[in-house]
């Protein structure tokens, strides 16, 4: 079974600054899908980025990029130019490809951050 | 396009009373899935279908049953309910595309089981 930690149960930052959220996961799959999600009080879960584990680019989606060290089994998301919006519950997730997962995804337990004007 | 649609969004249950979370997709997407979410916890399965008839078992699938008669939709019943299924509960639909799954969540139903 596919487990993801995330060591970081709080994190805080100042507005403008840039912060970084680690996340790490067990797995003995090859290829493989991995996520973050952010949950904002409504509880909404939106997805931030997405990496497939074949693809040795790191993903980026305008603020957000991640840094993925497969050998390390390492995903941990990079947030620039930090702004109060993105004070949110963050969750890193994996997802064994469609074949062998039917889209389920793990999620690691979350990781709270909080942007300080 | 309405997405991924789940009711009722709050809900009060008394223990032992029975109940059926409904979700309903209009993407014509085969997976569906229902995860439950507790305080301070990320989200963890509870069953998943990869297509109408076809349901399995999650991570949590005890005191839950699921049927998938039609593409769109993926009710999830608690039988009898108990203080412990107190959660939100989230249902999600996917697809899998030329890049890669794309995965839509519901805006989650609180459950409150006193």
């Known amino acids: 079974a596919q487990t993801v930690t995330q060591s970081q149960p709080e994190m805080s930052v100042q507005e403008a600054e840039t912060v970084t959220l680690s996340c790490t996961y067990d797995?003995?799959?090859?290829?493989?899908?991995l996520f973050w999600y952010k949950q904002p009080p409504s509880r909404q879960m939106i997805l931030v980025i997405r990496q497939e584990a074949y693809k040795q680019q790191n993903a980026t989606e305008n603020r957000f990029s991640v840094n993925f060290q497969k050998a390390a089994k390492s995903f941990s998301l990079k947030i620039s130019d930090s702004q109060l919006g993105d004070t949110a519950m963050y969750f890193c997730a994996f997802m064994k490809p469609k074949e062998t997962s039917g889209s389920r995804l793990t999620f690691g337990e979350g990781t709270q951050l909080t942007v300080n004007p | 396009n309405a997405g991924v649609t789940q009711t009722p969004k709050f809900q009060v249950l008394k223990t032992g009373q029975s109940m059926t979370l409904q979700c309903a997709q209009d993407?014509?997407?085969?997976?569906m899935s229902w995860y439950r979410q507790d305080p301070g916890m990320g989200l963890r399965l509870i069953h998943y279908?990869?297509?109408?008839?076809?349901?399995d078992q999650g991570e949590v699938p005890n005191g839950y049953n699921v049927s998938r008669s039609t593409t769109e939709d993926f009710p999830l019943r608690l039988l009898s309910a108990a203080p412990s299924q107190t959660s939100v509960y989230f249902c999600?639909?996917?697809?899998?595309?030329?890049?890669?799954?794309?995965?839509?969540f519901g805006e989650g139903s609180w459950l409150t089981v006193v």
């Open positions: 797995t003995s799959e090859s290829n493989y899908y």
């Open positions: 999600a639909s996917s697809y899998l595309g030329i890049n890669g799954n794309t995965i839509y």
């Open positions: 279908s990869v297509g109408a008839g076809i349901t």
């Open positions: 993407m014509n997407h085969e997976y």
